[in-house]
């Protein structure tokens, strides 16, 4: 079985760039997360949604981000304009349901310079 | 104070060594627990589930105590290939009802020949 599909897996853009990156859980799955990693503050929960609806957006850092899930196969983080302090890895993971394991894409690693 | 806590580490422990992490968390609504292994460049993958039983798996052995609010693992006759970060997770129901699923930031283990 396909595990969780992310793209680009190696981002660099130049700041003020829109950044789109591109998730697709594991079919059957009724949860997606969006986390972002960096060496000074690990790793963070951007938003989840469940059953394609955004439930828990409180961890997205601000305006300049925003993030869809149209259908159950697909998700997308945008940020827009991008920053240089935006570097980091990206990680999707999706889920059974809110309350199990969950399961992560190989991340996309953004470089805003 | 982070609501999970781990000892970053490193550990440094030789080949066939049992080694232990803990890792404590503030919220006592937390009501499932995991453990994460993160190796370098790469996505957390789950190792194991933390039941209130305890659980083991080959040479991993989990155990939460809810009165402590603490999880752990133990890892016995450590072999290289567990070099890795092991990050510990909480989820919690938040008084919202949505969840939450919160990372420690990981305890890095090496093991040496």
């Known amino acids: 079985d396909a595990g969780v599909i992310q793209s680009p897996r190696h981002e660099v853009t130049e700041m003020g760039q829109e950044v789109t990156l591109r998730c697709k859980p594991i079919?059957?799955?009724?949860?997606l997360f969006w986390y972002r990693q960096t060496m000074m503050r690990g790793l963070e929960l951007l938003i989840y949604?469940?059953?394609?609806?955004?439930?828990?957006d409180s961890g997205m850092p601000e305006d300049r981000f925003s993030a869809k899930m149209p259908n159950a196969s697909f998700s997308t983080l945008k940020i827009q304009p991008s920053e240089p302090r935006d570097s980091a890895v990206y990680f999707c993971?999706?889920?059974?349901?809110?309350?199990?394991?969950?399961?992560f894409g190989p991340g996309t690693r953004l470089t805003v310079t | 104070r982070k609501e999970v806590e781990q000892d970053p580490g490193p550990f440094n422990v030789p080949e066939g060594a049992t080694v232990a992490f803990n890792c404590t968390y503030s919220?006592?609504?937390?009501?499932?627990f995991f453990w994460y292994r993160q190796d370098c460049r790469k996505e957390p993958k789950l190792l194991m589930s933390?039941?209130?039983s305890g659980n083991e798996d080959g040479r991993f052995t989990a155990q939460l105590n809810r009165a402590s609010q603490y999880i752990s693992l133990l890892i016995r006759d450590s072999k290289l290939s567990d070099s890795a970060t092991y990050l510990c997770?909480?989820?919690?129901?938040?008084?919202?009802?949505?969840?939450?699923?919160?990372f420690g930031t990981g305890t890095r283990l090496k093991v040496l020949a």
């Open positions: 993971a999706s889920s059974p349901d809110r309350d199990y394991e969950q399961y």
């Open positions: 949604f469940n059953n394609n609806v955004p439930i828990d």
């Open positions: 079919s059957g799955h009724n949860s």
């Open positions: 997770v909480v989820n919690r129901r938040s008084t919202s009802g949505t969840y939450k699923y919160i």
């Open positions: 919220n006592s609504a937390s009501q499932s």
């Open positions: 933390v039941y209130s």
